[in-house]
């Protein structure tokens, strides 16, 4: 066990640091993820996503383990649409809109069952759920504050989707400063091709945005990691 340990990450190889790190898992959501929720309302093909329910519940499991903070977020707007741009609510010409009554309540609408998490990666007691009214997680949130209270510099990140809201997370923290490394089988895409090149895009020209590495290799560094009462135990 250590304080540190090494990813074989693309482009280069990534340090985790137990103290320094927090896994983010973007948008894992019923209206995303499931038949009849937002993303299908957009014409997509919501079996794309299953694929990284497993992984992303093997890595949630292994961060825990580790001590390393997690953080959830969902995309999703109040009642009164208050905080929904009127481009966004407009855009398209999907079956439904956000905020109208879908398979799962409103949809993308907070407080109703399909703008919740999915049951195999719901958060636990203590775990931070952030709301957000964009794709990006740092813009009109909590999070920024909540990352330098507890000292984090790295982010492991995670969820749907690929070129959309972990694409937007992972350029705004790149500019905040915070080391990203996504993990490619914990984030998934409607669109194959995009999935592709959204990651390749995250790592080209010496990893531009961040680094790529599976859970196959982000889960074993993890439980190399010294846990905080071992750290605690240490002083
Ligand atoms: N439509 C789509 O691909 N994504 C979103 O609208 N939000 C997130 O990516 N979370």
Known sequence: MSATAEIPAEPSPFTLAADRTALIVIDMQRDFLLPGGFGESLGNDVDQLARVVPP????IGAARDAGVMVIHTREGH??????CPPAKLRRGAPSKRIGDEGKYGRILIRGEYGHDIVDELAPVAGEVVIDKPGKGAFY????????????????????????????????????RGYECLVVSDCVGSYFPEFQRVGLEMIKAQGGIFGWVADSAVVIPALTQLTTPADREEAR
């Open 56 to 59: 992303l519940a093997a890595l």
């Open 78 to 83: 109040r009642p009164d649409l208050s905080d």
């Open 140 to 175: 009109a949130t909590e999070l920024s504050e909540l990352l330098t209270a507890a000292g984090i510099t790295q982010l492991l990140v995670t969820g749907v989707t690929t070129e959309v809201c972990v694409h937007t997370t992972t350029r705004e923290a790149n500019d």
